[in-house]
C-alpha cells in the first residue's frame, strides 16, 4: 500500500458490546461497521440509550469491545495516546491549572521545551479565539470558554483524529451556535478528521458530511446518511430540512 494511503482513516470493524448488567447482559453495540475517511467530519447521531457513549469509548480506546476492532491507519486503537484528541461534554479541565497550563498539559507530557510550549500554546489560543486569558483559572470562564480550552488541549498534540462527544451539550443555544461555526472554520483550517457525537440531529445534519444514523433499536447503526449540502446550513434552508425529517423519521 502506498505511504499514506490510509493517513488518518478510521475503521470501526463489526464492534459489538455486551456488557454484565445486573439483571444480566445489556447489548450496548450489535457489529457495527463505518469507516471515516481522512479529513472528514462524520457525526453519530441517536436516541437515548443507543449505543453512542459506548462507541465513542470504544474509538476512543477507553473502553474495550467485546468483539469488533477500531483501527487508526490500518493500526488497532489500544488506548488513549497522542495519536487522539479527546473533547467531551464535561470540559474535564484541571481546575487548579490556568488556561495555558491546561492547554500545554500533554505537551508538558511529551517533554518538549518550554518555549517552543509557550509558542504552542499561544498559537492555540489564539485558533480558539482565547488570547489574552492564558493566565486565566477555568472557574472564572463560562462554559463556551472552557469548551474552547478543552478543544485547544484537544488539539495541542495535532491528533490525526478529533473525537467529539456531545460537546456543546451543556452550554447555551447561542453559545452552542457561535461554537459550531468556530469548530467548522478550525476544521476547515486543520484539516482534522473528526467524529462528533451527539443526540441532537439538528447539529448532526449542520456539521457532518456523514450522519452515522444510530437505530431506534439499540446498538444498531440504521444507516450512514452522506449530506449533500454546502456550509453554512440551517434549518431554514429546504434541503436541510428535508435531512432532518429524514433523520428524526428514522430514530423518531
Ligand atoms: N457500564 C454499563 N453496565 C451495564 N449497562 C450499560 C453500561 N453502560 C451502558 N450500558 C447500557 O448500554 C446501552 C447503551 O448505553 P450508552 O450510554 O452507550 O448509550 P447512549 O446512546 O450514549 O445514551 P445516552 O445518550 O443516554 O448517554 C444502554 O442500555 C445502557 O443502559
Known sequence: MAVGAD???VTVEDV?????GSNGPVEALRKVSFDVEPGEFVTIVGP?????TTLFRIIAG???????AVRL?????DGPGPELGIVFQE?????WRTVAGNVGFGLEQTGMPTDQRRERVGELLELVG????????PKDLSGGMKQRVALARALAPDPDLLLMDEPFGAV???TRTMLQAELLDIWEATGKTVLFVTHDIEEAVKLGDRVVVMDREPGRVQEVLDIDLERPRSRSDRAFGRYYEEILDRIG
Open 62 to 68: 477507553l473502553q474495550t469491545p467485546t468483539e469488533g
Open 130 to 137: 482565547l488570547e489574552g486569558f492564558a493566565d486565566s483559572y
Open 172 to 174: 447555551d443555544a447561542q
Open 48 to 52: 437515548s440509550g443507543c449505543g453512542k
Open 91 to 95: 470540559y474535564h479541565l484541571f481546575p
Open 73 to 77: 491507519d490500518g493500526d488497532p486503537i
Open 7 to 9: 493517513a488518518n482513516r
Open 16 to 20: 459489538s458490546m455486551v456488557y454484565d
